[in-house]
T-cell receptor, first 113, second 116 residues
Framework: GDSVTQMEGPVTLSEEAFLTINCTYT??????LFWYVQYPGEGLQLLLK?????DKGSNKGFEATYRKETTSFHLEKGSVQVSDSAVYFC????????????FGTGTRLTIIP | DVKVTQSSRYLVKRTGEKVFLECVQD?????MFWYRQDPGLGLRLIYF???????EKGDIPEGYSVSREKKERFSLILESASTNQTSMYLC???????????????FGDGTRLSIL
């Protein structure tokens, strides 16, 4: 079945550092890929998405590129801020008519000033 | 903006009680979902519904049931609450419009449920 593997956290970085959170997936066909973010005390918000190979999703300075050859969708940001502290979830949805999302376990990110 | 509203942010119940968690969305979405979120396990799908009165089991349906009598409302029911159902519960909705696999799910703020 489908699965998503994220780098384990927690991840702690200084403000203005470069961020990478690794995400790899296993799925048949051509899934759509998503990054969701969960700020403290809130539900999940869609951060960005990509729906086909080589697509780059971007939002709020975050980027992720759909790499079919490596089955990866790594999240990156060039200069993180304290306000980026949150839990980040990678997810996929199969394109075989299934509405389900498969999530990774989440990566907690803490940015220190 | 899509709004998914869960009826309670925090809930404390006792073992054996019947517990209802309510979720309402205001964007006329066809699909609605219930997840539970536990540390180290991420989000796990309990049930989902793609139409009124329709439901499908997710990955961990045991001990739960759902009800969808109206399009905008999706209820999660713990028939006889147990301590291992203490968790954060998240409701989500999504559209079936267009290429539905591109449509993101929109989440509520969650209900933190404690079973004593």
């Amino acid at each position: 079945g489908d699965s998503v593997t994220q780098m384990e956290g927690p991840v702690t970085l200084s403000e203005e550092a470069f961020l990478t959170i690794n995400c790899t997936y296993t799925a048949t066909g051509y899934p759509s890929l998503f990054w969701y973010v969960q700020y403290p005390g809130e539900g999940l918000q869609l951060l960005l998405k990509a729906t086909k190979a080589d697509d780059k999703g971007s939002n709020k300075g975050f980027e992720a590129t759909y790499r079919k050859e490596t089955t990866s969708f790594h999240l990156e940001k060039g200069s993180v801020q304290v306000s980026d502290s949150a839990v980040y979830f990678c997810a996929l949805r199969s394109n075989f008519g299934n509405e389900k999302l498969t999530f990774g376990t989440g990566t907690r990110l803490t940015i220190i000033p | 903006d899509v709004k998914v509203t869960q009826s309670s942010r925090y809930l404390v119940k006792r073992t054996g009680e019947k517990v209802f968690l309510e979720c309402v969305q205001d964007m006329d979405h066809e699909n609605m979902f219930w997840y539970r979120q536990d540390p180290g396990l991420g989000l796990r799908l309990i049930y989902f519904s793609y139409d009124v009165k329709m439901k499908e089991k997710g990955d961990i349906p045991e001990g739960y049931s759902v009800s969808r009598e109206k399009k905008e409302r999706f209820s999660l029911i713990l028939e006889s609450a147990s301590t291992n159902q203490t968790s954060m519960y998240l409701c989500a909705s999504s559209s079936q419009g267009g290429r539905s696999y591109n449509q993101p799910q929109h989440f509520g703020d969650g209900t933190r449920l404690s079973i004593l």
